[in-house]
């Protein structure tokens, strides 16, 4: 006889923590990619007088975009970490006649 645990016998403070991490982290990630791309960029181009400049401010603000991503793909990260080390220990096979 083989019996297999799922994912719905994990722990539930494991699960909620990890499932938190993954959506905070996707949420951050996305929403600054969203807002930069409707709400920074565009305004930048059309407000400043040359696109040097423009340019030169976009970069700056891609770079700090760059670790808001760094940090929402290191929540999701730990979501992907929490959920395969309560798997690996709850997935049990028995074997029996």
Known sequence: ??????????????????????????????GALIFFGIGVAPVVFT???SKDLAGSL???ILHRLNMIELAGATL????????ATE?????TYR???
């Not at 799922?6 to 494991?14: D, E, S, V």
């Not at 999701?76 to 959920?83: D, N, P, T």
């Not at 798997?87 to 997935?91: I, M």
């Open 87 to 91: 798997f690996k220990h709850t997935v």
């Open 47 to 49: 407000a400043l007088p």
């Open 1 to 30: 006889m083989e019996t297999r645990n799922t994912l719905a016998t994990l722990r539930f403070p494991t699960l909620l923590t990890a499932a938190l991490s993954l959506y905070l982290g996707l949420t951050l990630w996305l």
């Open 76 to 83: 999701a990260g730990i979501y992907f970490a929490l959920a």
């Open 58 to 60: 976009n970069g700056i």
């Open 95 to 97: 074997a029996g006649l």
